[in-house]
């Protein structure tokens, strides 16, 4: 007997021990998908020119539209003339008139528009011009934190349990967060951002997690989308705070205090009991399920105890299971090798243009914070039409169908004129609420592939993938000053290739969740399917039964055996 039977057949698939983790781990989602993306907002660059004199004030209308004619160059952008953001006329005294004046780079820093930002660090530390490759820069390195951040916590996760590593993350998160706010420099600003991107990484994918190792499967995907869609709520929590709070540090302020509820958790949060059965903590795997059932005021035998703490088999599987794991075991077996190594290049693609999108989308034509909402809104909805079509369908056709449209979407902003800035604004979003849809589908999917005793690690692995393409894509964006289309391009094609990487993947919805690394073996070598016929021989119908309710219908010769009601053996 192991932790799944107990759940079916005692504590119940989603009682209300097994709601309260889902509910607590829900409730990270906010503050994490908030930090993610502040981006957006802390770094944003509004209109700026070059500031005339080196005691000129920095209020943009400081300068009449005639004075600024006679100092600073015209340019033609995006369809409309502007004055130049980066170029001044040499000699510029506000009198000075003719055709053959030379232009030089601002020479007395830069003067910013202050209508939708008060204050951002580009702002604060003239990241702009000559220095606006700073500004990627910061993100890349956000990203660096976050790829160091999932494979730390992975490890960390698998070796000393989830609850501390969660419980790790969210003191950590906070704490840098409040001293992000109140930084006087770029440099420590850049290094609290590097240790906030590892915090809020590790806290969202270990507790989510947690979270499916609690429950039953058959809640999986509930509970999975539901934390998921918590983040694209972060999101839109974001876009309201940035609105209100017009300064950069006021916002980062508000960011961080967003987390200190849930140091609650130290006295609320429970530890997986699967994880303990897997390390063989039976002790305190016996006291975990003695609180949930206790909680769920249900009454378990202790002959049930002596069953799910003892091994399956003698050895060598209780070897396995008391054996301590690291990421080479990832890479040993075909099967495993396949998944992590697939797994960790969807993941790539997926959120290279998933950052490149979101965080772009506050820098489209139109009102920057209305934008960044509405892409959050439609991302939410569609996300609740992926819920549905992954409980129908299963998780591949999901993924990868939204990875295709992703691509579509980006192909065609690419192919559109720039002049059309309406299409190129409504085209974004469309791919921006795709990439959205098979991101939080993605984050469902990717833990159920990896067998308990490295699934944190593996998670992790794949994490430290896609912070790769994280960390690229401030750069990507770069490739615009080579030819205006070419990042969407990139970004179409990457996903084109993450959506078809997602079909060589096992699809495993409705089946157990692999817990030693023979199971990942089987499931990567499509060994572990959901009509997987041999279970008719188990050697009594409550065994058969018991497997076959996660199995579904199991047809043979074109007839069902077996299904919600009826059991046939033909």
């Given amino acids: 007997m192991d932790y799944e039977d107990v759940l079916r057949q005692y504590l119940g698939e989603f009682g209300r021990y097994q709601k309260l983790a889902a509910v607590l781990l829900v409730l990270v989602g906010p503050s994490v998908g908030a930090t993610m993306f502040a981006q957006a907002f802390l770094a944003a660059t509004p209109p700026h020119h070059c500031r005339l004199h080196q005691n000129d004030s920095s209020a943009m209308p400081g300068h009449s539209s005639e004075r600024l004619n006679f100092s600073v160059p015209m340019e033609y952008v995006d369809g409309t003339w502007r004055y130049s953001s980066c170029l001044m006329y040499n000699g510029t005294g506000g009198t000075s008139a003719g055709n053959n004046r030379t232009v030089t780079s601002c020479r007395h820093g830069w003067e910013y528009d202050q209508s939708v930002y008060h204050s951002t660090v580009v702002t604060d530390y003239d990241l702009v011009c000559e220095r606006h490759w700073l500004k990627e820069l910061g993100q890349s390195i956000f990203m660096v934190g976050v790829s160091a951040g999932g494979l730390i916590s992975g490890t960390t996760s698998d070796r000393f349990g989830r609850r501390p590593t969660v419980l790790a993350c969210i003191v950590l998160q906070l704490s840098v967060g409040l001293a992000a706010a109140f930084t006087k420099d770029f440099f420590s600003f850049l290094v609290l951002r590097l240790l906030a991107g590892g915090a809020a990484n590790g806290l969202f994918y270990v507790g989510l997690t947690l ?44 960011l961080a205090v967003m987390s200190a509820p849930l140091l609650s958790y130290w006295w609320l949060l429970p530890e997986s009991p699967r994880w303990l059965l897997s390390n063989k903590r039976n002790e305190e795997a016996k ?248 279970v008719i021989e188990k050697s009594t119908k409550s065994e058969r039964d018991r497997d076959l309710s996660y199995i579904g219908p199991v047809v043979v010769s074109g007839h069902v055996i077996w299904d919600n009601d009826f059991f046939y053996l033909t």
Avoid at 230 to 251: E, K
Wanted: charged share 20%; hydrophobic share 45%.
């Fill in 211 to 254: 979270a499916i190792e609690v429950i039953g499967s058959s809640k999986r995907n509930a509970v999975g989308m539901t934390i998921s869609l918590s983040w694209a709520v972060g999101t839109v929590c974001l876009g309201g705070l940035a609105y209100f709070l017009r300064d950069w540090w006021s916002l980062q302020l508000a």
């Fill in 287 to 534: 006291i975990s399920i003695q609180k949930a059932a206790k909680f769920n005021k249900v009454t378990i035998p202790d002959e049930v105890y002596e069953k799910v703490t003892k091994p399956k088999d003698e050895e060598p599987a209780s070897e396995e299971k008391s054996k301590k794991y690291n990421l080479i075991d990832l890479f040993r077996g075909p099967g495993l090798r396949m998944i992590t190594i697939t797994m960790s290049l969807v993941w790539f693609a997926t959120v290279s243009v998933y950052y490149a999108l979101i965080i772009g989308s506050a820098d489209l034509a139109g009102d920057p914070y209305l934008n960044f909402v509405l892409g959050a809104l439609l991302e939410i909805g569609l996300s609740l039409v992926g819920l549905v079509a992954m409980a129908k369908w299963g998780r591949r056709p999901v993924v990868g169908g939204f990875l295709f449209l992703t691509g579509a979407a980006c192909l065609a902003v690419a192919a559109t004129p720039t002049d059309h800035q309406d299409v190129i604004r409504y085209v974004s979003l469309l791919g921006r609420c795709a990439v959205g849809v098979a991101f939080t589908t993605l984050t469902v999917y990717s833990p159920e592939v990896f067998p308990t005793v490295v699934r944190t690690m593996g998670v992790g692995v794949a994490n430290m993938s896609s912070r790769t393409g994280g960390i690229l894509s401030p750069f990507v964006s770069l490739l615009a000053d080579v030819w205006a289309p070419l990042p969407m391009l990139t970004f179409g094609v990457l996903c084109t290739l993450g959506g078809a990487g997602v079909f060589s993947l096992p699809e495993t919805f409705g089946i157990r969740l692999p817990d030693t690394l023979e199971d990942g073996e089987k499931l990567g070598l499509g060994r572990r399917k959901r009509t997987k016929i041999d």
